[in-house]
């Protein structure tokens, strides 16, 4: 483009200096007609001489033929000559032919080179559209890659969940865990949220929540203990559940409460190991259209590890308190007992708080055992150990210590409230009678008490002066609690 205004220039400026040339001539030999006798017909062959010469040598300089340019400029001095011998008469003639012709051929060079320049200039605009396609090509495998590697990051970060879901068999640890992940993984939303199924009562309790630390406080809020709509769909139909603004969506109407009403986007999968269900795993947002379907995706692969590592937790939580909890009567076996007998001793000798135990025996058992069978027995000892942790409730800690003893332990209770407890244990099992075969049965214990530090302030004494006051209560009649 500039090459084409810088030519039109130059022949514009060529055309003035032409004319201003030709005029300059013609008026020349004008003021010479009266001394030389130039006739008006000499003067206008020489002005069509300089303008068809100034024609070819503008045509021959625009076919860039340099060879035309010296032809025209030779035979323009050879005219020019001849005017000066007084030989042109009607020779001169003859050069306006030539020059004609020349024009023309420089015309028809000219022709070519705009059809070749025509040519390269579609031939740039296909190598610019060729560009402009490769261009679209590399911006899409460039954003494919990023997506890879993306996805690559993705998996590379499962590896680290991994281990820090088999670090631990602790449900609660694990709980958190999840979230934790599920809110750095997913960069989007506001809360991410663990429901666990509790297959006895049929609900949905919440476990942890993990939000977003760029969630302003004041929009912080407490969120329902149990499942709502959104949960209950994903464990009935074992499903993920991805929406992207649950106003508009027909299959759920969330019209509650405060919180539901601040929900717009929902991702959620379930937890399930072995066809069951163990949870849901859940991200809610604010905002509408917030996740995208790899949002999802990387929710649901969370929530496949999740499930291993939740079910982990839970069958060891079970094998746990198999361990230390009696299978008849569900209270703690004596091993436990002893094991945090000794940690709450400790903790009562730094504190300088109290610790007090609670030893109760049924009475006349291997009779009712003999007259009732040991159906009836174990019966017997189901419901003593029932009232007993009814009475003692979440104060104590309680315990099968063996056969038909049990044994409480009680911290921070004074002196009077220990002995208000017991007497408290001892009434309640004597209360109600127990129903065997339609017939009613009457069941009562003996019950031992001693306290740190009023009696002892060591572990195994305070245990054994419990179990002295104990049997010095059968022997006192039975059914009555004793103290020192």
Request: net charge neutral; proline share 1%.
């Amino acid at each position: 483009m500039l090459q084409a205004r810088y030519r039109i220039a130059l022949l514009s400026g060529a055309f003035l200096i032409t004319s201003v040339i030709a005029v300059l001539i013609i008026h020349t030999f004008a003021l010479f007609d009266h001394f030389y006798g130039v006739s008006s017909i000499f003067l206008i062959r020489v002005y069509a001489f300089l303008f068809v010469l100034s024609l070819a040598v503008i045509f021959s300089w625009m076919a860039d033929s340099i060879i035309g340019i010296v032809i025209v400029s030779s035979f323009g001095m050879l005219y020019a000559g001849l005017f000066y011998l007084k030989s042109l008469n009607y020779f001169s003639l003859l050069f306006l032919p030539y020059f004609g012709i020349l024009a023309g051929m420089c015309i028809y060079q000219i022709k070519i080179k705009q059809r070749i320049l025509i040519s390269t200039m579609l031939e740039v605009q296909r190598v610019e559209e060729e560009r402009n396609v490769l261009g679209q090509r590399y911006e899409k495998t460039t954003k494919e890659l990023e997506y890879e590697l993306h996805k690559y990051a993705d998996y590379a970060n499962l590896r680290d969940v991994i281990d820090d879901f088999s670090s631990s068999l602790d449900q609660r640890i694990v709980s958190n865990l999840i979230v934790k992940h599920v809110v750095k993984m997913i960069a989007k939303g506001d809360v991410a949220l663990l429901y666990i199924f509790d297959n006895e009562t049929g609900a949905l309790g919440l476990t942890v929540f993990r939000e977003r630390p760029s969630v302003p406080h004041d929009s912080r809020k407490t969120y329902p203990l149990q499942g709502d709509l959104l949960d209950t769909w994903v464990v009935k139909n074992l499903k993920q559940l991805f929406v992207n603004d649950v106003s508009r969506d027909v299959r759920f109407d969330l019209q509650v409460d405060d919180y539901e009403k601040r929900i717009k986007s929902v991702i959620s999968v379930p937890i399930v190991h072995d066809a069951k269900v163990i949870g849901v795993l859940r991200m809610n947002s604010g905002r509408a259209d917030c996740f995208s379907v790899d949002d999802l995706r990387v929710l649901a692969i969370i929530g496949d590890v999740a499930s291993a590592a939740m079910s982990n937790a839970i069958l060891y939580k079970r094998t746990e308190e198999l361990a230390i909890r009696d299978s008849l009567t569900g209270l703690y076996v004596q091993r436990y007992f002893k094991e945090r007998l000794r940690h709450e001793h400790k903790r009562a000798l730094i504190a300088g708080s109290t610790l007090g135990i609670i030893m109760c025996d049924i009475d006349n058992f291997k009779k009712y055992n003999d007259t009732y069978g040991h159906a009836a027995g174990d019966i017997a000892l189901r419901y003593v150990a029932e009232k007993i942790k009814t009475m003692v409730g979440d104060a104590g800690i309680c315990a099968r210590y063996g056969g038909e003893e049990f044994v409480c332990l009680v911290p921070l209770y004074d002196k009077k409230q220990m002995c208000m407890l017991a007497q408290d244990v001892c009434e309640g099992v004597a209360k109600d009678d127990v129903i065997l075969r339609g017939k009613k049965t009457e069941v009562t214990v003996s019950v031992g008490l001693a306290l740190l530090p009023d009696h002892t302030l060591d572990a195994e004494e305070l245990l054994r002066l419990a179990d002295e006051q104990l049997y010095r209560a059968k022997r006192s009649g039975k059914n009555r609690v004793c103290v020192l």
